[in-house]
C-alpha cells in the first residue's frame, strides 16, 4: 500500500458527503490477493455479512458491567466507524463541513441510547474533542459554543463516563 495524500477535490467530496475515495489505494497484486482471498472464504462457507446479520455482535460477547443500561455487546463495525469520528472531531469542526450538525446530533444519540459501552464512550471522546480542541484563535461555531455550554450536562446523564480522555479534551468532573 503506498502513502496517499487527499487532494482538493477529494477534501470537497469528504465535507460535502462524509466520504471520498481513493482510486488505486491499492496495488494491482494486492488487489488480486483480496479477491483471492474473498473467493476462498465464499467457497469455505467462512464469509459473514454484519449488515445483515440479526445481531450487533461482530467481535463476540462484550463485558457486562452490570449496568442496566448496557448490554454486552461488542460491534467492531460500529465501534471502528465511531473511532474514525473521533479522529476526525479531533481536526476541529470545519473537517466536517455540512455533515457537522448530523454528526453532532448522532453522537449525541449514541450516548443518550446505545447499548454498547465502548460506542457510548467513543461518541463522548468525539463530542468532547469537538467542544474543546481548537486553536485559540479559533471563533466556535454557533453549535459548538452550544455543544461546550450543554456538554457536562449531557455526560452526567450517562451511567459512566471515561473521565481520563474526557479530561485531557477539557471538560472537568
Not at 54 to 76: H, I, K, N, Q, T
Not at 132 to 161: F, G, H, S
Request: charged letters at 25%; one cysteine or more.
Amino acid at each position: 500500500m503506498q502513502a496517499l495524500e487527499a487532494n482538493a477535490e477529494q477534501i470537497a467530496q469528504f465535507q460535502k458527503d462524509g466520504f471520498t475515495v481513493f482510486p488505486y489505494f491499492f496495488a494491482a497484486n494486492e488487489l488480486a490477493a483480496l479477491r483471492a482471498e474473498l473467493e476462498r472464504f465464499k467457497r469455505e462457507g467462512l464469509g459473514r455479512n454484519v449488515a445483515t446479520d440479526e445481531c450487533d455482535v461482530c467481535e463476540g460477547d462484550g463485558v457486562d458491567f452490570g449496568l442496566e443500561r448496557y448490554a454486552p455487546v461488542r460491534s467492531a463495525v460500529r465501534e471502528n466507524a465511531l473511532w474514525s469520528i473521533v479522529i476526525l472531531c479531533s481536526h476541529g469542526a470545519e473537517i466536517l463541513g455540512s455533515a457537522l450538525e448530523p454528526t453532532v446530533a448522532a453522537l449525541k444519540e449514541v450516548i443518550r441510547s446505545d447499548k454498547n459501552i465502548i460506542a457510548v464512550g467513543f461518541a463522548m471522546d468525539a463530542l468532547a474533542r469537538l467542544a474543546n480542541l481548537r486553536p485559540a484563535d479559533d471563533k466556535p461555531l454557533p453549535l459548538i459554543v452550544d455543544l461546550q455550554k450543554n456538554l457536562r450536562d449531557m455526560l452526567a446523564e450517562a451511567p459512566v463516563q471515561c473521565w481520563e480522555s474526557l479530561v485531557r479534551e477539557g471538560v472537568m468532573p
